[in-house]
């Protein structure tokens, strides 16, 4: 609905902005997964807390007042960023390092990258610092592993034959 009124990357930033809200909020969540609570002062709530939100995502509230599923709420927000992405051409990357990317890192990752995928590419990073140092590489299905633990794995298995 949100692509053909043309709505989309506003309905986009709406769904980040409820997946991000609800995600951050616990009273919110246990407001919206709350049994005892009737869906229409949900609806009602949800419409108050995000009035600046387009009427595509005000009808889905709606939505799930009629079908009484607002527990599944940040769920439908999330996978409508998946699904908004994957019909613009846009991946999604997770970088796995051990410490915040600096920007020479960045830029490493970023001509990794250029080589693997020829879609627009958004990075996401997570902080493990189990790996030691390096990065793991992580869009769609392929994954590139130039982290030091890797490395010293590798090392151990080919010292012990």
């Given at each position: ?16 902005l409820v997946a991000q ?24 709530a949800l419409k108050e ?98 982290s030091i633990a890797s ?11």
């Amino acid at each position: 609905m949100a692509q053909t009124t043309g709505a989309a990357a506003q309905v986009n930033d709406d769904m980040a902005l409820v997946a991000q809200t609800i995600n951050e909020n616990n009273e919110l969540r246990e407001f919206i997964n709350s049994p005892t609570i009737k869906a229409a002062v949900k609806e009602n709530a949800l419409k108050e807390i995000f009035a600046n939100t387009q009427n595509i995502t005000q009808g889905l509230f709606h939505l799930l007042t009629e079908n009484k599923r607002f527990e599944i709420l940040a769920q439908i927000a999330d996978q409508y960023k998946v699904q908004y992405d994957a019909a613009n051409g846009i991946e999604v990357a997770t970088v796995t390092t051990a410490f915040e990317m600096t920007p020479e890192l960045e830029t490493k990752v970023l001509a990794k990258i250029k080589e693997l995928s020829n879609k627009q590419v958004t990075l996401k990073n997570i902080i493990d610092p189990a790996i030691i140092g390096g990065f793991i590489l992580r869009i769609g299905d392929m994954q590139y592993n130039a982290s030091i633990a890797s490395r010293l794995h590798t090392l151990k298995r080919e010292l012990s034959n």
